[in-house]
């Protein structure tokens, strides 16, 4: 089994509402509209130098920042020359990166200091040092042992809030490796399948769902306009159920005692076209991604974890002793040819993904130890 991609895991971003005086937030946005002239700087001098080199930038541009924006702490005006070349980057030079006068700014550790034990913040602005309090939830509490890497003051305007989102870097390999992982496997006849044998379906669903196949059929044989419009209602309303039925099967997911959940990265997968089943296939790699997306979410809220393991073989691998052959499967059935073991094959599927977690998990922390260990 080999990882491919994975989301959550080592890296996360947490949010937090500021807590500010109304002075302290006037002052914030003045910060938010100074920095914003300073990156705006940066970007005119790569598109008329064509460069997005930070350093050639610095040298032709800091001084010049420096004097139109006296009230910009340094640190800052390094942050959106950062910004400006990566954004010059991002478009190869060919269009002038603009930035509205709100938007987030990115504050290096200089620049901020967050205390996640206290909920305290005190960040650079163009009148000095501000002080802000935020609420860490208690889940949160797990954060203390890892690293902030940077952070982003952002502004919603329409509720008037500021909000601190904090990059974090997971420092303890050991604690990585001994997360536990449940495997989850997506499928049509059953919506999720649980490596702790859990099935998520419902006879109510099922009942649904080919009542909404046959009304389906029914209206395309048809083909007149106002089938079409029904169809279309139709189609609309069958969504809504199905996005209810995975609000539904994420919460009851994430809210296990798991704190890592694995599921296949689908994106790799080339969904085989048959004729007919057009709507279906569509409807079903929508819903996937749509649980996909729904457990992402939730666990992250939970300080738990995503993980997207790869997709190959895990229906016609045998959980019990590796062995990989496409008869292994019938239907519903798994029975390995090589040691006999029988399951539910969407279940063997899942205990498959379980472990591809499992080796993923261990792979980073190996990672992460040779890192630690070069670098101190
Ligand atoms: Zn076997």
Not at 272 to 299: I, M, P, T
Request: proline share 2%; with cysteine.
């Amino acid at each position: 089994m080999h990882l491919t991609t994975y989301i959550y895991d080592v890296l996360r971003t947490i949010t937090f509402k500021l807590r500010l005086t109304n002075q302290d937030c006037k002052t914030i946005l003045d910060t938010m509209r100074a920095y914003s002239e300073a990156f705006s700087i940066s970007a005119k001098w790569g598109i008329e130098n064509q460069s997005w080199n930070k350093v050639d930038n610095h040298n032709a541009t800091y001084k010049l920042t420096r004097q139109s924006i006296p009230d910009l702490p340094s640190s800052l005006v390094q942050g959106a020359r950062d910004c400006a070349c990566e954004a010059l980057k991002a478009v190869k030079c060919e269009t002038l990166p603009e930035r509205k006068p709100l938007s987030a700014m990115r504050y290096n550790q200089r620049v901020i200091t967050v205390n996640l034990v206290y909920g305290l913040a005190t960040i650079a602005s163009t009148k000095g040092r501000i002080k802000a309090t935020f609420f860490v939830p208690s889940h949160y509490r797990d954060y203390l042992s890892w690293i902030i890497k940077s952070s982003t003051i952002s502004y919603d305007r329409k509720g008037k809030m500021f909000y601190l989102h904090v990059s974090l870097e997971q420092n303890d390999p050991e604690k990585v490796a001994n997360l536990e992982v449940l495997g989850i496997d997506r499928g049509i006849v059953n919506i999720a399948v649980c490596s702790d044998n859990r099935f998520f379906n419902s006879k109510r669903i099922k009942n649904r769902r080919a009542r909404y196949a046959y009304l389906r059929k029914e209206l395309q044989s048809k083909g007149t306009r106002s089938a079409k419009r029904k169809l279309k209602r139709l189609s609309g309303r069958e969504r809504r159920f199905v996005t209810d039925v995975n609000h539904c099967i994420s919460k009851q997911i994430v809210n296990s005692e798991y704190t890592v959940f694995a599921l296949e990265d689908l994106s790799k997968i080339r969904v085989q076209k048959r004729r007919g089943k057009e709507f279906d296939r569509k409807l079903n790699s929508w819903s996937f991604y749509q649980l996909e997306q729904f457990v992402g979410y939730k666990a992250e809220a939970l300080g738990k974890h995503v993980l997207l393991v790869d997709a190959r073989y895990t229906s016609q691998k045998c959980s019990n002793c590796g062995h990989i052959y496409k008869g292994n499967r019938d239907g519903s059935a798994f029975r390995c040819r090589k040691c006999g073991f029988e399951l539910h094959a969407d279940l063997n599927a899942s205990r498959n993904i379980a472990q591809a977690g499992i080796s993923c998990l261990s792979r980073l922390s190996c990672q992460h130890a040779k890192c630690d260990t070069t670098s101190s």
